[in-house]
């Protein structure tokens, strides 16, 4: 946005209104969506998984189920579920213990993946325990180790400004890996969850009625939670609602991308954000543990661009 040049003439002018209009410069124009399958085309492989860091046994499925499926089945490549604390709470059902209840969780979770093509990865991190999940030395050793040995290609977590610290957690924890690891070509990807929407999603999957009955079956997987919630109808709906968005967001484009697919053979999207490293954004409150994360390795890379090691990711 362009600075007034006619202040001198504005009869209300008042020069905290300079400060005001600032805060929109530099922050892009209208239509910045992109699909995300251009993104992942270089960044996906054999030896470079796409991992979920599920903070609870359903979030993969609700957040990025479709996506997910594509690329472990339609597509063949691996494709990683991590959950991230296996627990026993919000489990409605009295009559088990804790331990049966942690069972329960993590037996919906590997149906889950089995529905979806991925490879199941339980953590149980002593953090679930910890007051505000502080992960314990073993935890810290536990998930550098993992991003060291598997790499992942692309990695989807939960948004910073999510309202549940253990999705807030998880992408601190997440932000660890890649430092630990020291993963400067990792495509980091934000997800859409129920409890913290995307602040500026700039990237879009469109799926079909047969990857979305997937979806369903996918979600419908923890029926522990199901009976709470039933986020099948709702990711129904919103998927719908986002659709319809994304082609006003993307300017009117055609969603289908190359192919002989139409936009007709689509019924929802799936949202996210390409994350890059934005200075700025360091030093927003809350703080942005992946940001600080992408800032300290584009540090060690020394690139002379602030995207942290994301070439793709400007697509």
Aim: charged share 20%; net charge negative.
């Amino acid at each position: 946005m362009d600075k007034p040049t006619t202040n001198s003439r504005c009869a209300h002018w008042q020069p905290e209104f300079e400060q005001l209009l600032g805060t929109v410069q530099g922050c892009g124009t209208h239509g910045q969506l992109v699909d995300i399958r251009e993104s992942l085309r270089h960044t996906i492989g054999p030896n470079r998984p796409l991992v979920m860091l599920c903070p609870h046994a359903d979030d993969g499925a609700i957040t990025a189920a479709c996506l997910l499926h594509e690329y472990a089945v339609r597509r063949s490549l691996p494709v990683v579920e991590i959950l991230v604390f296996a627990g026993e709470r919000n489990v409605a059902a009295p009559w088990l213990n804790d331990k049966k209840k942690v069972s329960v969780r993590e037996s919906e979770f590997r149906l889950e993946c089995s529905v979806l093509g991925a490879e199941a990865v339980c953590w149980d991190l002593d953090a679930y325990r910890s007051p505000g999940y502080q992960p314990s030395p073993a935890d810290i050793d536990k998930i550098v180790d993992w991003f060291r040995a598997r790499r992942p290609g692309a990695l989807i977590l939960p948004p910073a400004t999510d309202a549940h610290v253990a999705h807030r957690v998880t992408r601190a924890l997440a932000a660890i890996g890649l430092l630990g690891a020291r993963l400067d070509d990792t495509l980091v990807l934000t997800g859409w969850t129920p409890w913290g929407p995307l602040p500026q999603p700039n990237a879009y999957f469109c799926y079909d009625g047969e990857a979305e009955r997937t979806k369903e079956w996918a979600i419908h997987c923890h029926a522990s939670q199901v009976l709470l919630t039933d986020y099948t109808k709702y990711c129904s709906h919103l998927g719908r609602a986002y659709a319809a968005l994304t082609r006003e967001w993307a300017e009117g484009h055609s969603l289908a991308g190359r192919g002989t697919r139409t936009d007709d053979r689509f019924v929802g999207v799936e949202l996210f954000q390409i994350e890059t490293y934005d200075p700025s954004r360091c030093d927003s409150h809350p703080e942005d543990a992946i940001q600080i994360a992408l800032g300290l390795l584009h540090e060690g890379r020394g690139a002379a661009t602030p995207a942290a090691g994301h070439a793709v990711a400007a697509v």
